[in-house]
């Protein structure tokens, strides 16, 4: 399928808090209680329509294992989206958080657009209230969701709300710089960055992975 701008979006969390059934709940619609965790790093993909542009969002899902943090740090690299995930009836996968967000502000583009989730609403036992996960999220410039990867909540808002606010930072970005660019001299598929003057990549100068599919 053809699409119009390509998105790097990273979950990110400890071990165990639903992030392989995230990513699998909004890119395949499917919930598997039997998931193994995560080694190493996995990815999926899934098209929307954003103000009648078609958005590839490539989903990064990165293991939350110590013994490979050194090996998803890399990925962070490029990502311009993040869903940040904790378990609401784990507090410890909450006070978490913190680190995971200093990860990205380390490796990340400074001006990556972060939704904190918490997941697994559906459980009885939370622990974790909304308005202290909300607290911690607008203390550090992100926007909050909760969800359940079971039934479906919440899911396609969350990678929605992400997807349609890069795309506003970048739409603005192109509405700036048609005054001065003379019209047809870029592509239109685009590898997008939020936070260098030059942007936008020719389509020839994509990765293997960033090519249209």
Not at 83 to 92: R, S
């Amino acid at each position: 399928m053809s699409y119009d701008y390509l998105f790097k979006i990273v979950l990110v969390g400890d071990c165990g808090v639903g992030k392989t059934q995230i990513r699998n709940r909004y890119t395949l619609d499917e919930f598997n209680p039997q998931s193994k965790s995560t080694i190493g790093v996995e990815f999926a993909f899934k098209t929307v329509n954003i103000d009648g542009n078609e958005v590839k969002g490539q989903i990064w899902d990165t293991s939350g294992e110590e013994r490979y943090r050194a090996i998803t740090s890399a990925y962070y690299r490029g990502s311009v989206g993040a869903v940040l995930v904790y378990d609401v009836t784990k507090p410890k996968t909450f006070e978490a958080l913190e680190n995971w967000a200093s990860q990205l502000r380390q490796y990340a583009d400074e001006n990556i657009v972060v939704c904190v989730v918490g997941n697994k609403i559906d459980l009885p036992t939370r622990e974790v209230s909304t308005a202290e996960a909300e607290r911690f999220a607008r203390g550090n410039g992100f926007f909050y969701m909760e969800t359940s990867a079971l039934d479906g909540t919440g899911v396609e808002s969350a990678f929605r709300q992400v997807m349609k606010k890069i795309f506003e930072i970048v739409d603005s970005r192109q509405q700036a710089r048609k005054k001065t660019v003379r019209a047809g001299s870029i592509g239109k598929t685009r590898s997008i960055k939020l936070t260098d003057a030059d942007d936008v990549a020719e389509p020839s100068k994509f990765s293997s992975c960033c090519k249209q599919m």
